[in-house]
């Protein structure tokens, strides 16, 4: 509490916007607000448990060691608080304390008046035994670096070891989910293998040893995307020489095997889980609202529901819910659906509020997940946006042309976030 006291939270001002999560989502209103609201019009903080932004796209490199891990973690300091001039706190939130209007996080309470909830989605093991304990995740920035230690654990000890079994044994990697990030990593490792790491062992034989499985229990890879798309995926795939194997449902993992409902246990050495993820803050509200989440809308299997509106009734002054992020956005993209741009109506929605014309309450859910938005509407309910494509994104990464100079294309603006020496970014690993 006294860090919190420290910080300033403990004045009164009519107008604290707390927005929690520095993601896409986040990170996109923060530039909205920075745009639309005046000097001093309202309190702005951010609150993340990291102290960078994670871009996710490229999170698949790291966990093939074609990337840095800082090069895809870029400090929200630069955004919020030099940029914009917001205040940004790194801690967790907790819980969220309606009928106080106050978020309680790991280091204390802080009070809003507008609560912005972007804290993304968490990974969806659909309740499948053994996924959490056996299988590497995907989501995060220290799962990938943990696929990549174990794909290159894997190596050097296969190269000491005599049986040529064995050494398969240990090359033996499967990859659970043949959606973008299970396609995307299943092919960047063969390119890693081919091409990286051969001839740095002189015991393993590149082309036999390793091998990749994909699994995926529909019908087809890239399932949300255009069936062009996954046709293409599919072929290239078959090229790099990775097994892959649809309508194969995953019962259960174990420690170095995975069950199947339609055939034998396979065995391998690293299990990465690359099967989704459901609304992190949908559940949250579920829990600790007391049951109000109940009235946010649920998509199968705790998915974000695909609808492109939805009202949320019975959420009466500060509500908070949100939807997090599937990756459906990508299929979407790439069958260039035109989205509107949610965060805006997010941000008109603050502003709206902030001059006494409190918006009807109302849950909008874009078709993209790419990010999400939900914003409590002092009048009703609560605000569920999305972010559209990646391009928006981008555009709304900080320039970093200086101040005064020409502004860049959005192309030119991720690329410092990529070969990260512009930000320093080191300093935002925690
Ligand atoms: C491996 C991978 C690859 C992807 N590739 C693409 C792609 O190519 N194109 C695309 O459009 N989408 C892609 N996605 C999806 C995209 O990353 C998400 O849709 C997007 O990140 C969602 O944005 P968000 O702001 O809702 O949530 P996030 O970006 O997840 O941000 C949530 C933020 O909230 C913070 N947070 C969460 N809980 C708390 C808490 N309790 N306290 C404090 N802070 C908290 C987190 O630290 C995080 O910074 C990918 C996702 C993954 C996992």
Redesign the pocket.
Known sequence: MALILALGFGRVTSNRIVI???????LHLVRALERRLRPGEADVTL????NY??F??L??QVATGELPPHAVAYPLRQTIVREAKYRFVQ????RIDLEAHAVD?ADGRIPYDRLVL????VTNDYGIPGVREHALG??YLAEAQEVRRRILTSFERADVLPDPEGRRRLLTFIVIGAG??GVELSASMRDLFDHSLRGSYANIDIDRDPSITLLDAGERVLATMDERLGRVAARRLEELRVDVRLRTPVSEVVDGAVRTKTGPELRASTIVWAGG?RD?ARSAAGERTSGRGRHLPRGRAGRSPRHRRRRVRGMAGQTAGAA????R??GA?ARGESRPPHPRRADRTIRAQGQGRPRRARTHIGRS?????SVPDDAQGCRLCR?S??DR?ARELPDPAPRGAKPRKPADRVAPLLFHDTYGVEHSLA
Not at 20 to 25: L, N, S, T
Not at 324 to 327: I, K, S
Not at 369 to 373: E, I, K
């Open positions: 929690v999560g520095g993601g896409f989502g986040g609150l993340d448990r990291n932004h994670l996710t796209p999170l698949y801690t967790n939130v907790e996080t972007a804290a993304g989605s995907m989501k973008p990030v993820v992190l997090g992020a599937g990756r956005s990508r993209s997940p790419a990010a999400s938005l972010l494509c990646l994104l």
